[in-house]
């Protein structure tokens, strides 16, 4: 969220631009794609020593979601609006008015908890503060547990067609939380049971709106102030808000902001052909991959299963036949320097 709070941004932004925060100093940063994804969520799960119940988040919020520049008072996730007669869309409401009547706020679930693979529920994964925002009681009832999904610009938060937009000042928050959510839970939480958008060739959990959402809506002194709050009291971090661009080194996409300069490496997969695509006598080929590089290529069937996998020797073309195979739509998957990339191909 883009607040313009200017002393508060010059007194309690926390992460310093150019300066990795000393909280990944075991973290190895110079892993690219899945392997530093990996890295990030062993950092974020031995890091998370204190289980907060569902009701010490409520004091956790009220100090996290605080108004920095009237402590009297939360900032309502998916709000933009105090002018107006609508209390429902409201951006600030006090403190102490927290439970579950209409002016009342309550603890929004980002990640709604019914869309958890086993559902979220209000413990663990359901009561973790990073996932959990101050929000209009009748707001978040509106929101339910619907998908996120893109609207145009300046619309604000609310129901679209059947999906719910977090407003404009809210997708970045929302993006950053839901990626947390994925590396502390992994399979509970995919990216891709709670956002409508495509999946991403290196991870087809994540939705690329959120790699968006990422990059456009970048993190200010509000979040940043969120997160240090939350470790205090939970032990842990959202990487995503200390870096944007974590996530573009892990999945690509929109280029995120870079807080810590640092730079994304050129992977051996950058490049790499597939043809002929679609293919008639299932015979193809991958050309233009690096041969500094041992690859590893696996083919699975639309229901995940695999069923064809092969390691090469340090080559630049690889030549698969596959005659045993009926005809229909695959997912090869290319291992390579410890980074995947995926890649549909149909067999005629």
């Known amino acids: 969220m883009k607040i313009q709070f200017a002393f508060f941004i010059t007194l309690f932004s926390l992460p310093l631009f150019g300066q990795t925060p000393s909280y990944y100093n075991d973290v190895n940063l110079n892993l690219t794609g899945l392997n530093l994804k990996q890295e990030l969520a062993q950092k974020i799960v031995s890091t998370h020593n204190n289980t907060l119940s569902y009701g010490q988040v409520w ?30 869309n409201d951006l600030n409401r006090n403190i102490e008015d927290n439970g579950g009547n209409t002016g009342d706020w309550n603890r929004e679930h980002t990640y709604a908890k019914s869309l958890g693979t086993p559902a979220l529920g209000t413990s663990g994964p359901g009561a973790d503060a990073h996932n959990l925002r101050a929000s209009d009681v009748q707001r978040n009832g509106s929101r339910g547990n619907k998908k996120f999904g893109e609207a145009t610009l300046g619309t604000p938060s609310g129901t679209v067609g059947t999906f719910w937009f977090p407003g404009n ?35 087809l959990n994540m939705v690329d709106l959120l790699l968006t959402w990422n990059a456009i809506d970048q993190p200010d002194a509000f979040e940043d102030h969120r997160n240090e709050i939350i470790q205090q009291n939970q032990g842990n971090r959202n990487p995503f808000i200390d870096n944007p661009y974590l996530a573009t080194i892990i999945w690509g996409g929109n280029t995120a902001q870079n807080r810590w300069n640092l730079t994304l490496k050129k992977t051996a997969l950058a490049s790499y052909i597939l043809y002929p695509n679609p293919t008639k006598n299932k015979h193809f080929t991958i050309s233009n991959l690096s041969v500094n590089y ?55």
């Not at 993006?175 to 990216?191: E, V």
């Open 294 to 348: 041992n690859h590893q290529l696996t083919l699975l069937n639309m229901l995940g299963e695999v069923v064809f996998t092969i390691k090469s020797d340090y080559k630049n073309n690889i030549s698969i036949d596959l005659p045993e195979l009926p005809k229909g739509n695959y997912l090869l998957r290319v291992n390579s320097n410890n980074t995947i990339f995926h890649k549909k191909i149909l067999l005629l």
């Open 59 to 88: 004091n956790v919020l009220k100090e996290a979601d605080s108004n920095p520049i009237n402590s009297n008072n939360v900032l309502l996730l998916y709000g933009w609006n105090d002018t107006d007669t609508d209390i429902t």
């Open 169 to 203: 000042e809210w997708r970045g928050d929302v993006a950053r939380i839901l990626m947390y959510m994925y590396l502390r839970y992994g399979d509970q939480c995919k990216p891709s049971n709670v956002t409508i958008g495509n999946p991403v060739s290196v991870d």
